[in-house]
């Protein structure tokens, strides 16, 4: 079992983020490069938290990510995969993102079910 999420109401505190000089990303893009699906754009935005100003990957639409992080699919094309064994490859018009959810996300999904003996 994995602990993915929680939904609280509680006001959490943050910790104190790493200051300018120590962020580790030194915008070698890589991230963007290895997520599947082309979630993550070149262009940048920024925004605040609490104050205090961040720059964050602009993100493509969100289906993008669903299909990878749900593991409905783990393979896109490219050099790089993730754990799932679903397998197919994410159309690059966002318009198909909704058709391929039954044509392809559900069977992919089954399929797996079924290979690793997953139930539900
Ligand atoms: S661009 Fe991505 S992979 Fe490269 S250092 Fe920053 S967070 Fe890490």
Not at 68 to 77: D, P
């Amino acid at each position: 079992m994995a602990l993915a999420s929680v939904v609280t109401q509680t006001k959490l505190k943050p910790t104190e983020p790493l200051s300018a000089e120590e962020n580790y990303c030194d915008n070698c893009k890589l991230c963007s490069k290895v997520f599947l699906g082309d979630y993550m754009i070149t262009e940048e935005y920024e925004d605040e938290i609490e104050g205090i100003k961040y720059k964050s990957a602009q993100k493509a639409h969100p289906m993008r990510r669903s299909y990878v992080c749900t593991g409905s699919t783990g393979y896109n094309e490219g050099n790089w995969s993730t754990w799932s064994s679903a397998r197919f490859s994410i159309p690059r018009n966002d318009e198909e993102l909704i058709e391929i959810f039954q044509k392809k996300a559900v069977p992919a999904q089954s399929e797996r079910n079924q290979n690793h003996k997953i139930e539900g």
